[in-house]
Structure formats: C-alpha cells, structure tokens
C-alpha cells in the first residue's frame, strides 16, 4: 500500500529528472504512476520436495518469514511472493544507495537461513540490475506497488539457469557485479537473454541481450574461466 507522492528519489535514477513521471494512466477513478529508475532485484526459488502437507506449511512459513526478515533488514522490499517464488527489489520504491551490494547481502543471508533447512540444491537465487518502471498501480479502491523492467526478467530466467547450466545456487549478471566490487565472484559463463528492456526515453521493447554471469568463488563449475580473457576486454572497452 503506497501512494506515488511517497515514493522517495535519487540520483540513481536513469538518464531523466528525478520527478519525472514516465506514464500516467487514467481509468474512470483509477491512476498509475510509474517512474524510471535503476534497481536490483532477487528472485529466489525455493524447491520443498515431497512433503506432506503440515510439512510444507511449516517449511513454508519458516522460509517466507526468514525472507521477509532479510529483505526488511537489508532495505528491500517484496513485490512478489508465494511459498516456491519470492521477488524482491531493492532501490525500486525508496532510495537504496548501495543496492548491489544491499541485495547481495540479503542473497547471502537467505542462502545461510533458508538453506539450512530445506533439501540440499533446493534453493535458486538470481540478482541483477537495470533500470525499470517502478511506482503504485491502482485499481478502483485498491493501491499496490509494482517494479516491471528488464531486472525483473532476467533474474526470473537466470534463476533456472543456475540449476540447469552452472550446477549452483546463485548466479549474479554482470550488471550487478559492477556494484560488488569487493565480493569475492567467479566468472561462470557468457549467456544470451531475451526480455523486455526500458530505454531513457521510457520506451519499452524486447530485445536479446548478451551478458557474462558470475556464481559465489566457492561454488565454481568446471565452465569457470571459459571466456575469462573475453571478459577482461570487454571491460576494457567499456
């Protein structure tokens, strides 16, 4: 619950003025602001196996709640959740100064909390970072908050690349990274994506994207270091 005047600003936010208000959207009594601005977001997945359901329930519970701990801890906040999936942005509907870093750290505390008691390889953690529409949709009586960008998008699909190509728990874009200067990240691979991108015009459009991907150092697969060298001339040009 949130109205738009609440929403706070920053100089993160991308290439416009920081009251800049991209869409407004009237339907009879109902209006949305949105805004542009630069976020990370988590997706985390949680697998709970073959449970019965007072099992579940409890698991359940424990792990929503050590989430929502985290995310308030850590200055997040949740956009989107249910017992298997929870999204949280970080910068999106207040100002988050260091939110690569804030969001990683949340990535961690969940990966040490939540991973203790569910199965073995049974959480997935993704983090990236893009601009996106941020800001309050209402609709007749009701106001809710909403993030909608490419961040978004990407970290839902890199959730199940980590499972499925890189054999790890989390994987972080190079986006993210850029803002994690002192964590410790092993380059994993380079992977191509396709999702919905917001330009500095407020236009939004899908577009493939290409992108190197990092894991924890001390959760390496054997595609460690695979494009390495294409990695550091990449910086270099940028």
């Known amino acids: 619950q949130g109205s738009a005047d609440t929403l706070s600003t920053s100089s993160d936010t991308v290439n416009l003025d920081d009251d800049t208000v991209l869409a407004v959207g009237l339907m009879g009594n109902d209006q949305a602001r949105l805004f542009a601005r630069k976020v990370t977001i988590v997706f985390i997945e949680i697998l709970y196996g073959d449970r019965n359901v007072a099992d579940f329930t409890e698991m359940a519970s424990f792990v929503l709640e050590r989430i929502s701990i985290g995310a308030r801890r850590y200055g997040g906040v949740i956009d989107d959740l249910s017992p298997k999936e929870v999204l949280v942005s970080f910068n999106a509907h207040h100002a988050c100064v260091t939110h690569e870093a804030q969001a990683f750290d949340f990535a961690m505390r969940v990966l040490r909390e939540v991973g203790e008691v569910v199965d073995g390889n049974a959480l997935r953690i993704a983090i990236d970072t893009s601009s996106a529409l941020v800001g309050v949709m209402v609709a007749h009586t009701r106001s809710f908050r909403t993030v909608y960008g490419?961040?978004?998008?990407?970290?839902?699909?890199?959730?199940?690349?980590?499972?499925?190509?890189?054999?790890?728990?989390?994987?972080?874009?190079?986006?993210?990274?850029?803002?994690?200067?002192?964590?410790?990240?092993?380059?994993?691979?380079?992977?191509?994506?396709?999702?919905?991108?917001?330009?500095?015009?407020?236009?939004?459009?899908?577009?493939?994207?290409?992108?190197?991907?990092?894991?924890?150092?001390?959760?390496?697969?054997?595609?460690?270091?695979?494009?390495?060298?294409?990695?550091?001339?990449?910086?270099?040009?940028?």
């Open 150 to 238: 490419e961040a978004v998008n990407t970290a839902k699909k890199l959730t199940s690349l980590a499972s499925t190509a890189f054999e790890t728990d989390v994987i972080i874009s190079e986006r993210t990274k850029r803002g994690l200067a002192r964590k410790k990240l092993a380059l994993a691979d380079r992977v191509v994506l396709e999702s919905d991108s917001l330009d500095a015009g407020g236009m939004i459009s899908a577009e493939r994207r290409s992108m190197f991907v990092f894991v924890l150092h001390d959760r390496c697969s054997v595609m460690q270091g695979r494009h390495a060298k294409e990695y550091q001339d990449a910086l270099l040009a940028l």
